[in-house]
Structure formats: structure tokens, C-alpha cells
């Protein structure tokens, strides 16, 4: 059997040449775009997280700081010594600590007593600072250039600085960023630690997070080379999605194929076998002593595909150059039905879709004259519905009302279908002997709330009165809309609101509980 589908397939190496192009780009695009936004967003976590560890350690760093400060007085005897040297032997972060008064003069600190004053820049940031801390790069004469300082001041004046390497304050940073993303931490504007001259490639992105309350900020970057090293180890899955996406979208064409060509075939057998089913829509006339109607409208249910829309089964039918058949088969089922109904159909008109094109055809009428002689109960009770899906040229024009004339001479009865949607205007009405004038249901369903669609069906209804034409208001669902209509004067309607689409027996039985008004 799959010998046999792909034997429909035409220019098999143009299709998988296209669906392997297809699931390449595809498959490139899913990993390629993924991969990016799945590393921005790891770049934010990471960043986030890497802000909250320093702050976390900065936090500590001060809760240290003040803890000794609380136990220190203005004197540098040996307990003071000993105590700033025990703190800062248990210390996590600070390699040093040293103890200053208000007049910002270091009088002690863990290596013994001192005298030198803190900067005036550092002593104005203390005293400016909400909790009077700060922190600053300074050089040390212990731990060399660009050493972190840390500061703070009890509110009495006495305070306390404690020193530390900026690689002690940065391998939180590194413990969460590296060896993946590279960084930049600074405070105020200089540089405080970074490994941004190891990036060996472009950066892709970059996220920068500030500590406004130690001044500090932190940019990290997302290397290329990070991308691209994914990018590989993805590639066995890259290509493995690539091969079963292209076996998907080629099954699926091959089933698709398979299946269009199924349906054709169930169609085209189902119109010749005369195995389609018809249902009817009443038409309810709104006026006192008038008579319903009825509208034919194909259905099938396949025994393969399940229930077939009646515009897949029509747009099939054309394509099969069946639709002239697909019409007679409804037009003799119509034919039947009043012959196994004829007490209840005695007074009840009803009318079938038909093509344009087919009306357009010579051998149209003299064929339906044929069926009527079939079916002389058809005859004063049949009707055709005409949708005008194109403008008429110029040749078509005056051969359309010669069959339109000759149709009604078999009395036949002509209805324009969904007017308003096509290319039926109002001098369309007046060219052709049409009977029956049915409003489309877009126009029913926007009348209450759209003056301007209110103003033209007045105006349509004005004009078809004028021509004689009768007028059906389809698609009619609600009691407002149908009071609409009714305030427009249309006096049949067709809809939901009554009745649906329904199997003979079952319209014959609406009938009978809905006596003629």
C-alpha cells in the first residue's frame, strides 16, 4: 500500500528536496533562536543570583564590623588589640580591621596601635551615608593596591574600617559565574575585580545589576564562544530532530495526498452511486395564511472520512466536473421526497443551489425540462438558488438572461442567494427575472447594532418590493433579530431560530407540529 502512495506523489525529489529544506531551516531556527534566549535567561538568573551573594557577603561583612565596633572604646590597650585580632582571625572576608574616632584618625588597628586620618572623600561619604557606612578602594601597605575597605561609624563617633583583597569579596561572584560567563565588578568607577581580558571571543549580550547601597555594580557578559560550545554538544539532537521532522512533514504530505485522493474517489463514486443525503431547511413565512418553504442542502457522511463538509463536497464536485451531476441527484432526491410526501408537500415550494456556470451552459435547461418530465410533481414547486460568485462579462450577460427566461418557462422558480456577499448588486436585480431576493445572514446578524447596514436593507428591501421579488432573511438565530426583519417588512425568514438542517422524516414531522401560520 505505501508502494501505491508514493506512487502519487509527483516529482518526489522536488518534495523532499523542499520538506528537507523546510525541517533544515526549522530545526535551525528552533535550536539556534532557543539556545540564545535559553542562555539570556540563565544570564539573568546567575546575574541575580550573583547580586544577592554579594550583597548577602556585604551584608555580613557590616554585621561584623559592627559587632566589634559595640564591644570598642577610644583606647588601644592590649584587650582592644587582642579582641580586633580574634575578630579578624575568625573573620570569613577581612584580613584586617583597625578602629578611628569621630575625627576620622585610625588610633588602633589588629597589627597594634597607628595614627594616620582616613580620606576626606571616605569621612564625607561616612558622615553623608544614611547608617554612616561606606566602602572604598584604597591602597595598603598589608594587602597592596586596590585593597577593599570597609567602613563604618557608631553614632557616637567611633568607628571602624576593615580591609580585605577584592578576590576574598569576588569569589562568591566567581562561584556562580565562572567558568561560563565573564564579569566586570566596580566601586564608584573603578575597577574593583574582573575577568572581562580572558573573553577570547564577541560578546552576545551583557546584564548589568547595581548595589546602590555600597556603590558597587556588576556587569556580566555572555561570550560567543559560551554559545557556540552549546550550540555543538546540541548537534547529535539538532540532527536527529531535523530527520524526524522531515519524516513528519513527509508522511503527512503523503497522507494528506492519500487522503485527498481518497475523498476524491468516495466523492466522485458517492454522486454516481446517488448515495449523497439531503436535508431540508424550512423557509417560515411570517405571514397570515402564507405557506412555508424549504431549502435543499446537500450531506454526506463517508463511510472513510466521517461527515464531509457540503463545501468540500462541492468544491470537489467542480473540480471532478461533477457538479451538474451533484445538482440533478439533488434536484431528483427533491423530486423523490414529494413523491413519498404528497399530502404534506402539496403546498410547499422548494428550491436548490445551483452553479452559475451551469446555468450558463447550453444543455442545462433542455436537461431539466427532462427531470421535470421525470418529475412532473417538481413542476410550479421547484426553485433554483443562484449565488453570483463573478462578474459577467460582456458575452455572458445577455446568454445569462436567455437561460434565466427560458428556466422560468418551464416554471421553475429564481432565487439571487446570499445577496450582499457577491457580485450581486442592485443592477443585477434589475437584469434578471429573479422571484426571490435572500438577504445574507452577515447582514441579519450586524442589523441591530449597524444603522448603516439597517439603511441599506431598507433601501434593498424598498427596491425588491418595487420588482415584485419576494424576500427570505437568512441566518436568522435570535427573537431580536428576527423583530428586525420583521420591522424591515421581509416577511420569510430562514435560520437557526426555527429549525435546522434536517433529515426528510424529521422536517416532515416539524411540519406537523408547526402549523402554517
Request: glycine letters at 6%.
Amino acid at each position: 500500500m505505501f508502494e501505491n502512495i508514493t506512487g502519487i506523489v509527483t516529482s518526489r525529489k522536488r518534495v523532499i528536496f523542499f520538506y528537507s529544506f523546510l525541517s533544515l531551516f526549522i530545526t535551525s531556527a528552533i535550536f539556534t533562536l532557543g539556545l540564545y534566549f535559553s542562555l539570556l535567561n540563565d544570564l539573568d538568573k546567575r546575574t541575580d543570583a550573583a547580586k544577592n551573594a554579594l550583597s548577602d557577603r556585604m551584608n555580613g561583612i557590616f554585621t561584623e564590623l559592627k559587632q566589634v565596633a559595640d564591644e570598642s572604646s577610644l583606647a588601644c590597650e592590649k584587650p582592644d588589640l587582642k579582641r580586633l585580632r580574634r575578630a579578624t582571625f575568625y573573620s570569613p572576608t577581612l584580613k584586617e580591621m583597625g578602629l578611628f574616632n569621630s575625627d576620622f584618625i585610625v588610633y588602633c588597628s589588629s597589627l597594634g596601635p597607628t595614627n594616620f586620618k582616613i580620606y576626606n572623600s571616605i569621612a564625607s561619604r561616612i558622615t553623608h551615608s544614611a547608617d554612616r557606612k561606606t566602602v572604598s578602594l584604597v591602597d595598603s601597605n598589608t594587602l597592596g593596591e586596590s585593597t577593599f575597605f570597609a567602613f563604618y561609624q557608631r553614632p557616637d563617633g567611633l568607628g571602624i574600617n576593615g580591609l580585605a583583597s577584592p578576590e576574598r569579596i569576588a569569589v562568591s561572584v566567581d562561584q556562580i559565574l565562572l567558568p561560563d560567563y565573564f564579569y566586570e565588578l566596580t566601586i564608584g568607577k573603578q575597577i574593583f575585580s574582573s575577568n572581562r581580558e580572558n573573553i577570547d571571543s564577541n560578546v552576545l549580550a551583557e546584564q548589568e545589576v547595581s548595589l546602590a547601597d555600597w556603590s558597587m555594580s556588576l556587569a556580566v557578559f555572555l561570550p560567543s564562544s559560551l554559545y557556540w560550545r552549546h550550540l555543538g554538544t546540541l548537534s547529535p539532537f539538532i540532527v536527529a530532530s531535523w530527520v524526524l521532522l522531515f519524516l513528519a512533514f513527509y508522511i503527512g504530505h503523503l497522507v494528506l495526498i492519500y487522503y485527498r485522493r481518497s475523498l476524491r474517489h468516495c466523492i466522485k463514486r458517492a454522486i454516481k452511486n446517488n448515495a449523497m443525503d439531503v436535508h431540508f431547511q424550512p423557509i417560515v413565512s411570517l405571514k397570515e395564511g402564507g405557506f412555508h418553504e424549504m431549502e435543499a442542502l446537500i450531506r454526506w457522511r463517508s463511510f472513510r472520512h466521517g461527515q464531509v463538509s457540503p463545501l468540500v463536497i462541492v468544491d470537489m464536485a467542480d473540480r471532478l466536473g461533477l457538479i451538474d451531476d451533484l445538482t440533478w441527484m439533488v434536484i431528483r432526491k427533491v423530486g423523490d421526497f414529494y413523491r413519498e410526501y404528497p399530502e404534506q408537500l402539496r403546498h410547499i415550494k422548494i428550491s436548490v443551489n445551483v452553479d452559475r456556470h451551469s446555468l450558463l451552459k447550453e444543455c442545462f435547461a433542455p436537461r431539466l425540462a427532462d427531470i421535470l418530465e421525470e418529475y412532473p410533481e417538481l413542476k410550479g414547486r421547484l426553485g433554483l438558488e443562484v449565488t453570483e460568485t463573478s462578474v459577467l462579462d460582456s458575452a455572458e450577460l445577455p446568454l445569462m438572461v436567455s437561460r434565466f427566461e427560458h428556466i422560468k418557462a418551464l416554471g421553475v422558480g429564481l432565487s439571487v442567494d446570499d445577496f450582499g456577499t457577491g457580485y450581486a448588486g442592485l443592477d443585477f436585480l434589475r437584469r434578471f427575472p429573479y422571484d426571490t431576493l435572500k438577504l445574507d445572514q452577515i447582514f441579519i446578524a450586524s442589523l441591530r447594532d449597524d444603522q448603516f447596514t439597517r439603511q441599506i436593507l431598507t433601501s434593498v428591501t424598498k427596491l425588491a418590493k418595487e420588482l415584485n421579488m419576494e424576500l427570505v432573511a437568512e441566518g436568522v438565530e435570535r427573537e431580536d433579530q428576527l423583530n428586525a426583519v420583521r420591522e424591515l417588512g421581509v416577511d420569510r425568514v430562514q435560520g437557526y431560530y426555527f429549525c435546522r438542517p434536517l433529515p426528510k422524516e424529521q422536517v416532515i414531522a416539524w411540519f406537523e407540529e408547526n402549523a402554517f401560520p
